[in-house]
């Protein structure tokens, strides 16, 4: 059984950068000394989620990479020998930023990185205007702890990213996400909204024999243009083995620190049951490069 | 609201043939009588899943189209004035057999096929031995109830067929189902594989916005062969709407003839707060087209 410990931080955060670091670089060493051989936060988490409204001042929270920020979780990722998984909002150029995935190996230099590729924009997650479309693709990075398939939120409702990670070798799919209820939303619709969530990732496992790790935010967070009734961020981060099967879930309104075991000789395992990718198609999957097919 | 009635019509099968027609045309009746305006029956329905062990004299169930089997189901669906989906063995050619699904119009006319396109092959299912592989695409099939993106089985645990579907514009997704549990797994990995199914399919509910319609066979087929020992099919036909919600679940070891309400309006709906279609990244989704990208 090769057995990979997966630390997982679910946190809120302030306006306070240097709390919320702080916040992570404890959490990192909470997670270090239960075990954990790999550390994801969540998405954003040096932030409050800053795309609830349009407004230039906001940039202000971006990092180049290199760049301060960047050498802190460096540093954690060197001090306590762990494979790091950051989730940073990087300033590349005056007018392109990118929401980025930086993974750092043990001894604190960059494994590799993602550019969100999905970017969403709807009220109060208005991340177009923020984020540039990532221009790396959907590749997975190659660390001492396996190669990884990090993913970033949006990324989580579309199947072709899953399936693109996963046929560019992914051992785990992994998803930093900041993902909450509308306040305006009745209970009905936002147990359907939470279900939907988690279906379609435990969906995602599934097709492509992978574990799933997705690490989400909580607490909530006020919208300071009035224009909504703030987020509610549902945390509910969980692992999912290659079934899909839930190995573990954070609660709803607490941080958490939480380290799963994950057997990664399950999916050698589970793709011999269940061969999928023997019986692709792929003579007849040209239209999904297409928008519409009308 | 447009409300779509479907039924959809779960049972055992026996070894007799006429039996089993009959079987489905009772139930049809059935559900016409409770305002099925669409019914939908289960993979194979006119005979046992002969696909248990290889063996040439298993392709006498097969029929041509047209041809009697045809007959019966258009004259069903004329009588009763439903739209009817029919999953047969299709004699195509010496061979060159298919699993197909049928689609009546109200008027007893065929409205389209689907020739199941992923074919599976493993113990107990040895479809690749009795189907060629569908050579029609991942079209949907136009009828008076609206344009019906019908799967089979296998296909269900393909996100790519769902996603063709409904780029081509499919307002429901719909899998003619034959699944069970082997008797020799465990009961903790029954529960895995049967969570499973069901969430890849409310994912692909969820991926695209459209309601899923699943009708799967149940009651327990031995292996003539004794190789394995034989198949519990797990009923659980169900229903889910465009977020993913379960709209019907039926038993697990009961025949079942069940109509529900479907609102076609939710697609619209759903897609508006969750416009993932307008995000995909065609232009970084060529690997799709490759059997693995090593």
Known sequence: MSVLKVGIVQHSCSNDKFDN????LVAIGDAVDAGAELVILQELHCSPYFCQVEEVSQFEWADTIPGETVNIYAEAARNYEV?????????RAAGIYHNTAVVFEKDGSIAGKYRKMHIPDDPAYYEKFYFTPGDLGFEPIDTSVG???????????????ARLMALAGAELLIYPTAIGYETSD???????????WRSIQRGHAVANGL??????????????????KGIHFWGRSFVAGPQGEILFEAPQGDA???????????TEAVRRIWPFFRD?????????MQRYLD
Do not use: M
Request: hydrophobic share 40%; charged share 30%.
């Open 83 to 91: 494979v790091l998984i950051t989730s940073l909002f990087e300033k």
């Open 256 to 266: 958490c620190v939480e380290v799963v075991e994950i057997d990664k000789d399950r």
């Open 280 to 288: 692709r198609r792929i003579d007849a999957y040209q239209g999904l």
């Open 147 to 161: 190669r990884l398939g990090v993913l970033l939120c949006w990324d989580q409702w579309y199947p072709e990213a």
């Open 21 to 24: 670091i702080t916040h992570t």
């Open 211 to 228: 574990p799933v790790v997705c690490v989400n935010r909580t607490g909530f967070e006020a919208d300071w243009s009035g224009q909504t």
């Open 186 to 196: 009745d209970e009905a619709e936002q147990q359907r909204q939470l279900d939907a």
